[in-house]
């Protein structure tokens, strides 16, 4: 198992089974190996500078995700831009993941375990967000794929209400990839685990073998499907901004801060073996490991959304600045 060495050094206080190994070869937000390393393993010094680091960090976040919505609809032309519709679904999508993921976190140092129903509330929209994140990049780099190398066919295939189908889409397909492991719990548990209280994580709801399997299964399409397109738009971008086209060379760079986004996210479903090199490396340090690892993972990503639109792109820049650190209403345009 992944997680032998944290089985090994922490026996005597898990109070559960894991349902087989398999169980933890992939990681959703709140995973259970990772915050109950962090709640066992902390002082209680150590455990309220975590949180604090992780609320602040979170709050900080928020309030310049929640600036930029704020930017979003105040101003008519970003609504009707398919790019920058694209990008404030991506920045909504990362704020509700975010504090799903915080509020998992601090959960598992409040209660020790939670009632199935109570924590399928906060699993569902995790995983629903997780999973969400990848297929958003693709299809925002698809979208300047179009702008840059077939530009005259842009305004007839990104439109708004297009966009907004593409939105639906997504959540779609990663609603079919979870909601069936909801039907699979209520067929194949006994109303008694229904009524119980788990550490919560995905693993321990959904801990059925065909739900584990689907899972690993519909995780591996997911990020071919996003690489394959990833790779295909950066390389057709590529050979146009040779040209020197200031806009073909910045669409190029942004496929990059695309790439490191999903690649930041596939450190969900490599975190084990980092784990594994890491604690090897420093045995002493699994609190720290742990923490490391969940920053990296949950939090890191979302702070890399803003860099992408709310920084490098001129035109947001110039209206988001406005509401960043002002109330001051200014008209819209």
């Not at 894991?18 to 109950?36: E, Q, R, V």
């Not at 999973?131 to 066919?153: D, F, G, K, S, W």
């Amino acid at each position: 198992m992944i997680f032998a060495v944290f089985h090994h050094h922490m026996l005597s206080v898990f109070s559960f089974e894991t349902s087989s190994s398999a169980a933890d070869m992939n990681f959703t937000p709140g995973d259970s190996n990772i915050t109950m390393a962090l709640k066992y393993r902390d002082t209680f010094v150590g455990a309220i500078a975590k949180n604090v680091a992780v609320v602040v960090l979170g709050i900080t976040i928020s309030y310049i995700n929640a600036t930029m919505v704020h930017t979003f609809n105040k101003h008519h032309i970003f609504k009707m831009n398919p790019r920058y519709i694209l990008f404030i679904h991506l920045v909504f999508n990362d704020m509700i993941q975010l504090t799903t993921s915080i509020s998992l976190f601090i959960s598992s140092y409040a209660f020790h375990t939670i009632y199935v129903s109570v924590c399928c509330l906060f699993i569902l929209p995790a995983i629903f967000t997780t999973q969400n994140t990848p297929l958003n990049l693709a299809v925002m780099a698809a979208e300047c794929y179009i702008a840059v190398c077939i530009p005259l066919r842009y305004n007839y295939i990104c439109t708004v209400k297009r966009t907004y189908i593409v939105i639906g889409i997504i959540w779609t397909m990663s609603s079919l990839s979870v909601l069936p492991d909801v039907f699979i719990l209520l067929t194949t548990e006994p109303l008694e685990f229904l009524r119980s209280r788990v550490y919560c994580s995905r693993d321990s709801v959904f801990r059925s073998t065909i739900s584990l399997k689907k899972r690993d299964t519909s995780h591996i399409l997911f990020l071919v499907v996003v690489w394959l397109t990833l790779f295909y738009t950066y390389f057709r971008i590529l050979f146009v901004a040779k040209a020197a086209d200031t806009d073909a060379k910045k669409a190029r760079n942004t496929i990059i801060l695309h790439g490191f986004q999903v690649l930041l996210c596939m450190m969900v479903y490599v975190q084990p073996m980092l784990i594994q090199v890491f604690l090897y490396l420093f045995p002493k340090g699994v609190s720290s490991i742990a923490f490391v690892m969940y920053i990296l993972n949950q939090i890191l990503p979302r702070f890399v959304s803003p860099i992408v639109y709310g920084l490098r792109d001129k035109n947001f820049r110039k209206y988001f600045k406005r509401y960043l650190c002002t109330s001051n209403n200014h008209p819209s345009v």
